[in-house]
């Protein structure tokens, strides 16, 4: 049930992705951030209330594992997306991507050294299994050579956080379920704590300001969307890390090439992403996590 809830949440973060594409094109993502940070508070804290009325066992406040549930956020949500745009920026997106495929490794040492989790010799082998078809549907990033030293440097420490920022977040929040078992209430908190973050290093109001009035309604509703997809990425990949290894569950979550390959290849018809290559890795990333699931 870990690995169904952690290709839940993958799918639930590739549909991220696949909306941004579009809704950058309406807003700019300084003022679209605050749309999805906004709606990783409200649409899940709605979910929460829901089932508060409908569960039967008591509700308990558990200050640790709030407060996991909002380094968690500091860290992952606001440090490693914002970040994640920086790299972006300074390197392109398809060094950034390579970047980000790197995260699960941040996670597998965090999880060591902060739950004590040790994986056997089967699993990392797979892991490696997973990461090696993850690597082959990225695309080529070009010559590093290409970029100023300056730029490079910036990308890399940039890059660095940003992975970083989603492992560490990740293991977090594991820790937190394994304490307070609150999926849907510790994703408010972590939002919460990562759109305080936001606010407080956010200098440009008016620009934002106008950007939101001046937004079509299209543009604010595909932000929406972004947040709504992510915080039930969020709610999910809690649930994973509660019934398999935090390290294996974040894996399974950044395999999302599996899914933006063929919306890319069919939907946006960018026919060009449709390589021997990038087909191997897929089929690669698939038997890894089968035999995952089927440990």
């Given at each position: 049930?870990?690995?169904?809830?952690?290709?839940?949440?993958?799918?639930?973060?590739?549909?991220?992705?696949?909306?941004?594409?579009?809704?950058?094109?309406?807003?700019?993502?300084?003022?679209?951030f605050?749309?999805?940070?906004?709606?990783?508070?409200?649409?899940?804290?709605?979910l929460?209330?829901?089932?508060?009325?409908?569960?039967?066992?008591?509700?308990?406040?558990?200050?640790k594992?709030a407060?996991?549930?909002?380094?968690?956020g500091?860290?992952g949500?606001?440090l490693?997306?914002?970040?994640?745009?920086?790299?972006?920026?300074?390197?392109g997106?398809?060094?950034?991507?390579?970047?980000?495929?790197?995260?699960?490794?941040?996670?597998?040492?965090?999880?060591?050294?902060?739950?004590?989790?040790?994986l056997g010799?089967?699993?990392?082998?797979?892991?490696?299994?997973?990461?090696?078809?993850?690597w082959?549907t990225?695309?080529?990033?070009?010559?590093?050579?290409?970029?100023?030293?300056?730029?490079?440097?910036?990308?890399?420490?940039?890059?660095?956080?940003?992975?970083?920022?989603?492992?560490?977040?990740?293991?977090l929040?594991?820790?937190?379920m394994?304490?307070?078992?609150?999926?849907a209430?510790?994703?408010?908190?972590?939002?919460v704590?990562?759109?305080?973050?936001?606010?407080?290093?956010?200098?440009?109001?008016?620009?934002?300001?106008?950007?939101?009035?001046?937004?079509?309604?299209?543009?604010?509703w595909?932000?929406?969307?972004?947040?709504?997809f992510?915080?039930?990425?969020?709610i999910?990949?809690?649930?994973?890390?509660?019934?398999?290894?935090?390290?294996?569950?974040?894996?399974v979550?950044?395999?999302?090439?599996?899914v933006i390959?063929?919306?890319?290849?069919?939907?946006?018809k960018?026919?060009?992403?449709?390589?021997?290559?990038?087909?191997?890795?897929?089929?690669?990333?698939?038997?890894?996590?089968?035999f995952?699931?089927?440990?």
């Amino acid at each position: 049930m870990g690995i169904a809830y952690a290709l839940l949440a993958m799918m639930c973060f590739a549909t991220n992705i696949v909306i941004t594409r579009f809704a950058v094109a309406r807003l700019p993502v300084e003022a679209g951030f605050f749309v999805v940070l906004a709606t990783n508070v409200l649409f899940p804290a709605a979910l929460f209330a829901a089932e508060l009325g409908a569960r039967e066992a008591p509700y308990a406040w558990h200050w640790k594992g709030a407060g996991l549930f909002a380094i968690g956020g500091v860290i992952g949500t606001f440090l490693g997306r914002r970040f994640l745009f920086d790299t972006v920026k300074l390197l392109g997106p398809s060094r950034a991507s390579v970047f980000h495929s790197t995260a699960p490794a941040f996670a597998l040492i965090g999880a060591w050294l902060l739950a004590g989790e040790i994986l056997g010799a089967y699993e990392i082998a797979l892991m490696l299994v997973v990461w090696a078809g993850l690597w082959l549907t990225q695309p080529r990033a070009g010559s590093l050579q290409a970029l100023a030293p300056e730029l490079l440097r910036k990308g890399f420490a940039a890059g660095l956080v940003t992975v970083a920022g989603f492992g560490f977040g990740n293991v977090l929040r594991g820790l937190a379920m394994r304490v307070w078992e609150e999926a849907a209430l510790g994703t408010v908190i972590a939002s919460v704590a990562a759109l305080a973050c936001q606010f407080a290093v956010t200098r440009n109001w008016e620009k934002i300001g106008a950007q939101l009035r001046g937004a079509e309604r299209k543009a604010i509703w595909l932000y929406i969307g972004c947040g709504v997809f992510t915080s039930l990425g969020s709610i999910f990949i809690s649930l994973a890390m509660t019934r398999i290894e935090i390290a294996l569950a974040v894996l399974v979550v950044h395999t999302t090439p599996l899914v933006i390959f063929p919306v890319s290849v069919f939907l946006l018809k960018n026919r060009e992403e449709l390589t021997p290559r990038t087909v191997v890795g897929a089929l690669v990333v698939l038997a890894g996590i089968a035999f995952l699931a089927l440990r």
